[in-house]
């Protein structure tokens, strides 16, 4: 079965930092662009980050460029995003989602269950 | 404010149908790029339930169907059920800046 799964949220202070991890199974990372959406309390969902199929484009929403970092590790089949310098404006449930294909865009069809962040 | 526009609400009684309109720009679906919809349950992660416009995932019912043409969208639901009461939110590529991947602000369905 294709799963995701989330862990790494907390309460962190603002200025701190967290490391997000999304543990793969059922696919390959590396056959598929994986994405962060994450969704404020009571608010939409926001893109915030995505890596490609092959690992070598990443993408950040203005919103996050130069705080959060994208990664993967290929032999653990897990998705990461480093999120430094956090923000009141960062709380939210961050969500991994996987694309249908290795370039993004294409629609994601598979998400993991949330974590959350708070930055208090 | 969203790249995409949605209303931020609709409503209707069982059986009937509704649609949820999604406005985008020359730079998402004026480039060429596909919606998706995604169906949100209250507490629940996001489902996707039409990608590239107009196509069904397996297992999403066919009382779900999309549709896009120029810079517009639209989501439509026939015989509604009480189990589609969710927030619905449109997404796309845009390709303005860096590139990004876009969403709607959602739209809550109320069945009456």
């Known amino acids: 079965e294709v799963q995701l799964l989330e862990s790494g949220g907390g309460l962190v202070q603002p200025g701190g930092s967290l490391r997000l991890s999304c543990a793969a199974s059922g696919f390959t990372l590396s056959s598929y662009a994986m994405t962060w959406v994450r969704q404020a309390p009571g608010k939409g969902l926001e893109w915030v980050s995505a890596i490609s199929g092959s690992g070598m484009s990443k993408y950040y929403a203005d919103s996050v460029k130069g705080r959060f970092t994208i990664s993967r590790d290929i032999s653990k089949n897990t998705l990461f995003l480093q999120m430094n310098s956090l923000r009141a404006e960062d709380t939210a449930v961050y969500y991994c989602?996987?694309?249908?294909?290795?370039?993004?865009?294409?629609?994601?069809?598979?998400w993991g269950q949330g974590t959350t962040v708070t930055v208090s | 404010q969203s790249v995409l526009t949605q209303p931020p609400s609709v409503s209707g009684a069982p059986g009937q149908r509704v649609t949820i309109s999604c406005t985008g720009t020359s730079s998402n679906f004026g480039s060429n790029y596909d919606v998706h919809w995604y169906q949100q349950l209250p507490g629940k992660a996001p489902k996707l339930l039409i990608y590239g416009n107009n196509n069904r995932p397996s297992g999403v019912p066919d009382r779900f169907s999309g549709s896009k043409s120029g810079t517009s969208a639209s989501l439509a639901i026939t015989g509604l059920q009480a189990e589609d009461e969710a927030d619905y939110y449109c997404q796309s590529y845009d390709n303005s800046l860096s590139g990004s991947w876009v969403f709607g602000g959602g739209t809550k369905l109320t069945v009456l």
């Open positions: 989602a996987k694309d249908r294909s290795q370039w993004g865009a294409y629609g994601l069809d598979v």
